[in-house]
């Protein structure tokens, strides 16, 4: 097998997108299911393919890298993607969307992010990077008869190409001034001087700015509330996890690998971008009466909350952020399943003030749905509590105290619009009456509620995952 044993998930991505378009060119509306089902196969195929060959190592020289922290973030990405796929298929049957390209669009979408989190140089890297925006600007897109998905589509492709022209800047300067492209050369050229050159610094801040984009950390977070709202729902759901994870692990490798001796520079832009991102997040959310905006301005600050954990740089740090991100994912999963259970005869519900009553209209998915929004605020004793908690300990112990009071008040801020949702679910007025969900949703939102339960979630799951996490974040190092 040699390197191409590094590559099995990335491959069976691309032989699966290319074999499963073929089969939904020629067999055309018959095929969705089929297309559907392939493509989660071979997304659960992709999860764990890293870890079934177990292989370490680089290939194409250098380009691209397999160690623990690939595997288990690929993990991550491929159950996201899933999960995303699985709860799509209700929704695009009832708004007559049901198309075999939203699959295979979804395929192309994560084998970039496979890439980017394999890059080892910052050509693999762009490749990856672009992939991936390329199949989610069709995806925002995706229903082309609405003018508000139309318009999200739009405006997070114009956004992104300025996202990718300062990315594209900050990879020039950083070439022009180390003489390499390799992750390996950059680490070599800046560990041989002892006074880093301005250009580097500057190429770096370009760089995580046009990083910054990719997960919504604010000053670059204009687009998301926009294209949340304006993308179809099952869209919106797989945005705000997948994407954000693998953003956030490119940005890991860089700032432990080639950029790992120059915590000083790096570190101020992620502080920077931490701060911003929680206070946008938290008051931003504050004044918003849909959901779906609302869930754009938490992911805002919950990335902010993420970036709180790398800041401190080290191991502990991307333990930290891994961890977070974990926990994160499970929660955006099931509560974008509630979300897409909450229709009525009219369609989709979408403002808050319309959840009023649910919880004498369908008490589970009121129960479900609070114990997520519950663990995403930070109460203890839910999953989310503990969450932050390994977030925030790594940037306390490395003297960043300061930064975390700043993430504490916007807790303390996020946990009222959390807590407004809640008090509108159970003890609002009934607006109206809810339709019954599809039992593919509830299941999947109830594991992902279940799983939220620390009496039932750190027996059998926590320190598995934790050592595997222990596992990831140690090859980085």
Not at 47 to 69: K, L, M, R
Not at 373 to 400: D, E, N, Q, R
Request: charged share 10%; proline share 3%; aromatic share 14%.
């Amino acid at each position: 097998m040699g390197q191409f044993s590094y590559l099995a998930g990335e491959a069976v991505l691309a032989i699966s997108a290319l074999a499963l378009l073929m089969v939904g060119v020629f067999a055309g509306k018959r095929s969705v299911s089929i297309v559907r089902y392939g493509s989660i196969i071979a997304l659960l195929i992709f999860a764990f393919a890293g870890y079934v060959f177990n292989d370490q190592g680089t290939a194409f020289g250098g380009a691209f890298i397999a160690d623990s922290f690939g595997h288990y973030v690929k993990t991550l990405l491929g159950l996201t993607a899933a999960a995303a796929l699985w709860f799509s298929r209700s929704y695009f049957q009832r708004e007559k969307l049901d198309q075999f390209e939203y699959s295979i669009l979804l395929l192309f979408a994560v084998l970039g992010m496979g890439t980017m989190v394999s890059s080892g140089n910052l050509l693999s890297l762009y490749i990856g990077l672009e992939l991936q925006s390329l199949a989610l600007y069709v995806m925002a897109t995706f229903n082309r008869d609405s003018l508000r998905s139309s318009e999200a589509g739009l405006k997070y492709f114009v956004l992104g190409a300025l996202s990718s022209g300062l990315l594209l800047y900050g990879m020039s300067l950083i070439y022009g001034f180390t003489g390499s492209i390799a992750y390996d050369g950059i680490a070599q050229y800046l560990s041989g001087h002892e006074h880093v050159s301005g250009g580097v610094v500057a190429g770096l801040v370009f760089m995580l700015s046009g990083l910054a984009f990719k997960i919504s950390a604010a000053p670059f977070h204009m687009w998301t509330p926009d294209v949340y709202e304006g993308a179809p729902t099952p869209v919106t759901g797989f945005f705000a996890g997948a994407p954000k994870l693998a953003a956030l692990a490119l940005i890991t490798r860089l700032v432990t690998g080639p950029f790992g001796g120059i915590e000083q520079s790096w570190q101020q832009v992620l502080v920077a971008l931490a701060v911003l991102s929680m206070l946008v997040g938290a008051f931003g959310a504050l004044t918003q009466t849909n959901i779906k905006r609302l869930m754009a301005y938490s992911s805002i600050a919950n990335m902010g909350y993420a970036l709180v954990a790398l800041s401190a740089g080290g191991q502990a740090g991307v333990n930290g952020m891994l961890i977070f991100m974990s926990i994160y994912l499970v929660t955006i999963v099931g509560t974008f399943a509630c979300i897409l259970q909450m229709r009525t005869r009219d369609g989709m519900v979408e403002n808050i003030s319309d959840l009023g009553g649910l919880s004498k209209d369908n008490l589970p998915l009121a129960i479900i749905f609070s114990a997520l929004m519950f663990s995403v605020a930070g109460i203890p004793f839910f999953v989310g509590f503990f969450g932050k908690w390994f977030a925030f300990a790594p940037a306390f112990g490395s003297g960043l105290a300061w930064l975390v009071v700043v993430a504490l008040l916007a807790s303390v801020v996020g946990a009222f619009y959390y807590l407004r949702i809640i008090k509108t679910i159970w003890f609002d007025d009934q607006v109206q009456s809810f339709v019954k969900a599809p039992p593919s949703l509830a299941v999947l939102s109830s594991v992902s509620a279940l799983l939220l339960f620390p009496v039932l979630l750190l027996p059998f799951v926590a320190s598995p995952v934790l050592a595997l996490i222990e596992r990831a974040a140690s090859s980085l190092f």
